[in-house]
């Protein structure tokens, strides 16, 4: 005889990783009964398991002895397997839900699984006989076909006949479906409309509901009527009459006996429900939460029953939590772990009464911090004192917003200033041996400064720091230069520059010249690196005098004196630390001589020349290979003229070549050119190089050497204008070349700018 084996496979969690590189992340789950295989299903595997929703029905013989489960993961060719287990279905009855291990070959745990089982054992009463023919003569009769005379009535009852006499059976049923005269109405409901007489009533119709699931889950629940939720037996039939009704129909659920029926399951459900609050047993509560919500509810409901029952959960909750805060009250002044728990019980409770929706438990959570405020209050004050590790330990169990609660931020900020200050003096502090500031110490000095930074908000916490700098600093700035500078820079930011100067000036002026400047230097590239710069307050005098000179300067406008005040600026080593006046400088100059972008002002103001001149001597082999190049195309040496005394000379060769940037010169050029360009738009005459090239002297000779040449680099780092040469005012000595014949230095002037 053969029944139905329904398995559903929920959950698969807990799942050890293989570790190999060629692994997956999907699983397989196998069903098998007796080593066959019934169903197979994979989903991706996250955070070491998967939550599968698949069911299978496989018959069910007699003699089946095991339920086989099998775990696969994906593999590079093939899946390979993880872990399994057996279920003796002996052992099954009804409605089975469990979780079950899942060993691997060594016998060893590698997973869970969590499955219901449902067993149903094989259908029996009537048997269609109908075209058969019974042989007698065996214990188990078979059926064999035959022809249709011989059967009296087709239809036999086969669950009160023994098993060794079943030819007296063969009239004690109606065949309706061989009578051709009988009334319709008077048949059978199970025959109406059906030529094969009987009609299968636990079959899945085409939506895969079944016709007899309502009546089926009213069987089970009449037969725990009254209903023990204490009973295990109760419990299961009530679970099997909740898969019954998940398989009825929308119009079976909607019809008298469904209405009935999820009623009863709705008053069973709570039972059940209730029963797990009075005994707190929160596992048969959530259980019961499960149940509620896989009973069919109707989709226009607005409450259904598993959010009444956890909104009930939820309430109840609460209040146990708030019931442990108040126990653990007393012990939570001490701080430990009865503080943490106190804190977890108030968090509790404030979580499950925003999810019930029937109020809320700020008025009680406030009432319980406010008994705890006062002794808590000392306990942290005492502890600042003893044992600061443990205060800081509560202020961490409490957060921000519990502390605000507690009134505790003053003693928090007390807390956070002196852990500063000892960080901050511990990291400042050279210790013995030491050499320089190495990296080690800069990390301890920079958590150090993060966490004094949090208190600076407490006028207090500046007070100290302030006097904490002035302690430390002699100690850093007598050790070295390194120490100084970090010294420094952990004093600008944390102090504002009115409070930086007066603690650390002394300090600096001890000591020598050359450790004062090198000290400041390296200060300034370091505070650079976070956007500050050093106070002025902490500059020498001298310097900062120089520095009110040149302002002075700036402000009257007078070249020659501006050059001055500049050029003692640049030559101090307080030039370094004032480049946004020195800056100022060269734009005012650069303007007012009107010079070229390519030339250096700082080069010029620093030269020893009373005037704003400077000369740069031209080291670059191929510059000057250009200029000799200019000087042996351009110079005609067989064209005698007036100033020529004796033999002319047959060749010239460049050695030497200086750049000139003189900018009173220059000046006068600019004023001169100007004034031609004036003269020449007066009289209305041509000035442009077409008028002198074609109509004048012709193409210079300069112009397609320098234009050949400007893809040099050596010859574009000079910024040359090829299109000045062009005109015959441009014609200005920047260069002074001097040439060699016969030991004799000659001058030679020409425009390569």
Same mark, same amino acid.
């Not at 008994?371 to 409490?398: H, M, S, W, Y």
């Not at 002198?692 to 050949?708: F, S, V």
């Not at 062009?726 to 014949?741: G, Q, T, Y």
């Given at each position: ?19 190999? =590189? ?27 398991? #998967? ?8 018959? $069910? ?26 279920? !003796? ?24 699984? &969590?499955? $219901? ?12 006989? +109908? ?17 249709? %005379? ?41 025959? &109406? ?10 079959? +899945? ?21 009254? /209903? ?6 109760? &419990? ?19 019809? !008298?006996?469904? %209405? ?24 048969? +509560? ?68 925003? *999810? ?51 009134? =505790? ?32 110490? *800069? ?32 100690? $850093? ?37 050359? %450790? ?27 310097? %900062? ?66 005037? =704003? ?23 005609? !040496?067989?064209? *005698?003229?007036?100033? &020529? ?30 004034? /031609?360009?004036?003269? $020449? ?7 442009? +190089? ?21 893809? #040099? !680099? ?35 002037? /020409?425009?390569?700018?």
């Amino acid at each position: 005889m053969v029944g139905t084996l329904e398995v559903q496979v929920v959950e698969c969690f807990q799942v050890k990783s293989t570790g190999s =590189l060629f692994s997956g992340n999907k699983l397989f789950v196998n069903v098998k009964l007796d080593g066959v295989e019934a169903r197979s299903a994979s989903l991706p595997e996250a955070a070491g398991g #998967v939550r599968w929703d698949f069911s299978t029905q496989m018959a $069910c013989p007699q003699h089946a002895a095991n339920l086989e489960l099998q775990l696969k993961r994906e593999g590079l060719f093939s899946p390979h397997f993880v872990g399994g287990c057996s279920l !003796p279905l002996q052992q099954i009855s009804g409605t089975l839900e469990q979780e079950v291990p899942l060993w691997d070959g060594s016998r060893s745990e590698v997973g869970r699984l &969590r499955i $219901c089982i449902s067993k149903s054992g094989p259908k029996t009463g009537l048997m269609n006989l +109908a075209g058969s023919q019974i042989v007698s003569g065996s214990d188990r009769p078979a059926l064999t076909p035959a022809p249709t %005379q011989s059967l009296a009535g087709g239809l036999v009852n086969r669950a009160s006949v023994a098993a060794g006499s079943l030819g007296t059976v063969g009239s004690s049923l109606e065949n309706y479906a061989r009578s051709a005269t009988t009334d319709l109405e008077s048949r059978p409901a199970f025959a &109406r409309g059906s030529s094969q007489a009987l009609a299968n009533l636990a079959a +899945a119709r085409e939506d895969g509901s079944r016709p007899d699931a309502v009546r089926r889950a009213n069987e089970l629940l009449v037969e725990v009527d009254p /209903f023990d939720a204490s009973r295990e037996e109760h &419990r299961q039939k009530l679970a099997q009459a909740v898969e019954r009704l998940r398989h009825a129909s929308t119009a079976d659920l909607s019809g !008298p006996l469904g %209405q009935q029926t999820l009623s009863s399951c709705d008053a069973r459900i709570e039972i059940l429900f209730n029963d797990a609050m009075q005994h707190r047993n929160e596992k048969d +509560a959530h259980g019961a939460l499960w149940l509620a919500g896989r009973l069919p509810s109707p989709e226009d409901a607005e409450v259904t029953l598993q959010l009444r029952l956890r909104q009930k959960w939820d309430q109840h909750s609460s209040k146990e939590a708030l019931q442990r805060a108040s126990d653990l009250l007393p012990a939570a002044a001490a701080g430990g772990l009865e503080l943490e728990d106190f804190m977890d019980a108030l968090d509790l409770a404030e979580f499950h009464s925003l *999810r019930s929706q029937q109020g809320s438990a700020s008025a009680a959570v406030e009432k319980l911090l406010k008994a705890l405020e006062k002794p808590l209050f000392g306990t942290v004050q005492q502890l600042l004192r003893d044992n600061p590790d443990k205060a800081e330990a509560i202020f961490g169990t409490l957060g921000a917003r519990r502390t605000e609660a507690l009134g =505790l931020q003053s003693l928090q900020q007390q807390l956070l200033r002196e852990k500063g200050l000892q960080l901050l003096k511990a990291a400042l502090l050279p210790s013995p041996g030491q050499i320089g500031f190495p990296e080690l110490q *800069r990390r301890k000095l920079r958590h150090a400064i993060l966490t004094a930074r949090g208190a600076l908000d407490d006028p207090m916490t500046r007070v100290a720091l302030h006097s904490m700098m002035q302690e430390v600093g002699p100690s $850093c700035f007598a050790h070295s230069t390194e120490s100084s500078v970090w010294f420094l820079r952990a004093l600008i930011e944390l102090l504002p520059e009115e409070q930086v100067h007066p603690s650390v000036r002394r300090c600096l002026q001890e000591r020598p010249a050359d %450790q004062m400047v090198a000290i400041l230097t390296q200060s300034k590239e370091l505070l650079a690196e976070i956007n500050r710069e050093l106070p002025d307050g902490l500059l020498p005098d001298e310097w %900062q005098q120089l520095r009110q000179e040149v302002r002075q300067a700036l402000a009257r406008g007078n070249e020659a004196e501006l050059k001055t005040a500049c050029q003692k600026l640049i030559d101090s080593p307080a030039g370094v630390f004032y480049q946004r006046d020195v800056q100022q400088v060269v734009a005012k100059l650069r303007s007012a001589f009107r010079l070229p972008p390519s030339w250096s002002v700082e080069s010029m103001v620093r030269g020893s020349d009373v005037k =704003l001149l400077a000369k740069n001597e031209v080291t670059d082999s191929r510059l000057l290979k250009l200029f000799d190049e200019l000087l042996r195309s351009t110079a005609l !040496p067989h064209v *005698r003229t007036r100033d &020529r005394r004796g033999l002319p000379p047959r060749n010239y060769r460049a050695v030497r070549a200086v750049q000139i940037m003189n900018a009173p010169t220059w000046s006068s050029y600019l004023q001169r050119r100007d004034h /031609f360009l004036q003269q $020449c738009m007066k009289v209305k005459a041509r000035s442009d +190089a077409g008028f002198w090239r074609d109509r004048l002297n012709g193409e210079l000779m300069t112009e397609q050497i320098l234009a050949d040449r400007m893809e #040099v !680099p050596a010859v574009s780092m000079l910024n040359l204008d090829v299109s000045i040469v062009k005109l015959p005012w441009h014609a200005l000595a920047n260069f002074i070349l001097p040439l060699e014949k016969k030991h004799i230095l000659v001058f030679g002037v /020409f425009s390569i700018f």
